[in-house]
């Protein structure tokens, strides 16, 4: 089944930081690529981050809202280069969704396999308003 992205603005969904795949010049922070979804089984959301661990990637649930953070390393530089291209970002990234009411945060789980991180996040029972870590596990 093909999928057609029909925009790339969200309406259900703020955003607290830049745009995905921009940096934000006054923290030095660079903003990874979001898709945020509903699924079958709730909200997913998924993010592109590419030659990370996952123990290097921190998820903090506000309420909410969710804050994803951490740092890409650069390992596959030579010590002295003079780039003719550079697309890639790396150094610390953070993206901040606030999500629509009706999902709970506090049941999330995430999944981090082949450069990419997974969310999922089922419908609320009832609301979650503290503060958590979600555990990130390493995918296959």
Not at 71 to 100: K, N, Q
């Amino acid at each position: 089944m093909a999928v057609t992205k029909v925009s790339s603005t969200i309406h259900f969904v703020s955003r607290n930081s830049a745009m995905g795949g921009a940096s934000d010049t006054a923290t030095g922070r660079w903003t990874p690529h979001t898709d945020v979804y509903v699924g079958d089984t709730g909200l997913v959301i998924k993010v592109e981050l590419a030659g990370m661990k996952s123990d290097s990637l921190e998820i903090i649930v506000e309420g909410q809202r969710l804050r994803i953070t951490g740092v890409r390393p650069d390992c596959c530089r030579a010590a002295h280069c003079s780039f003719l291209v550079m697309e890639i970002s790396y150094g610390p990234f953070e993206t901040v969704l606030d999500l629509p009411a009706g999902y709970d945060l506090g049941r999330a789980k995430a999944l981090y396999v082949n450069g990419f991180l997974r969310i999922d996040v089922p419908p609320a029972h009832h609301p979650h308003n503290k503060t958590t870590k979600v555990p990130i596990s390493e995918g296959a």
